[in-house]
């Protein structure tokens, strides 16, 4: 069994989408359970899958879904770019203390593998050199949500140095594709698609000079599958 924390969200459904194409079991945790529109073509499918609704600090919620299952992967951190002072303080305040309780609850299920998908380009803040950037690339972000993410990173493998816990850290950098909800301020090419239709006019910050990465989520749910069935 594949756990999926934050699993209705984004990623989460295009995820559960695949794995399930893959015949590989999993189960989902999340606020809000699936909001899938009923009408949706994927909603008979995912909504086959088991969503558990809870909220990431009910310890005694989070180790019963993490109980059964094999590996768990991790895509909320309750934070974006562009979150306001009030949420920061708010998301700050609790989440770290609940995510040291994942991965506690995690280690004690003896969980083969805690997949953490973290930001693709906000934890190394800006790269005025243009050049490509690796894995190995010192970190320097320039706003809470990529601090946040480098944090939530350096307690994966604290977890792993003390307890043995195995973990892959997955940086994704603006993901775009199908599932995306319209009411989520998110992502530069759903909003100028959003616009678009919509007829409405878009702004571009800069000076039009910038480049930015983007990813499938085809692409991205393809490269998750494969890393949760990788041995340990």
């Not at 924390?5 to 945790?29: A, D, H, M, V, Y």
């Not at 090419?189 to 616009?195: A, G, K, N, T, V």
């Not at 702004?203 to 692409?219: A, K, L, V």
Request: proline fraction near 6%.
């Amino acid at each position: 069994m594949i756990g999926i924390i934050g699993g209705t969200g984004f990623i989460g459904l295009n995820l559960s989408w695949r794995l399930q194409k893959e015949g590989l079991p999993c189960r989902t945790f999340s606020r809000n359970g699936l909001l899938l529109n009923p009408e949706s073509i994927y909603y008979s499918q995912l909504s086959k899958i088991e969503h558990i609704k809870g909220h990431l600090s009910d310890e005694m919620a989070v180790r019963e879904f993490v109980r059964p299952c094999r590996s768990v992967v991790v895509l909320v951190s309750h934070l974006l770019p562009s979150s306001s002072p009030e949420e920061i303080r708010t998301v700050i305040s609790w989440f770290g203390a609940a995510f040291v309780q994942l991965l506690e609850a995690c280690r004690s299920s003896n969980v083969e593998q805690i997949v953490f998908v973290s930001s693709g380009g906000t934890i190394y803040g800006e790269n005025f050199e243009g050049a490509p950037v690796n894995e190995q690339h010192p970190l320097n972000p320039h706003c809470v949500y990529g601090s946040f993410c480098a944090f939530l990173e350096q307690l994966t493998r604290t977890f792993h140095n003390q307890h043995r816990l195995p973990y892959t850290i997955l940086r994704l950098g603006n993901p775009y594709g199908l599932l995306k909800r319209a009411n989520k301020n998110q992502g530069i090419i759903d909003h100028y698609i959003r616009s678009a239709r919509a007829k409405r006019p878009f702004t571009i910050f800069g000076d039009g000079n910038e480049t930015r990465d983007y990813i499938y989520m085809d692409d991205i749910s393809a490269v998750i599958t494969v890393v949760v069935q990788a041995p340990p």
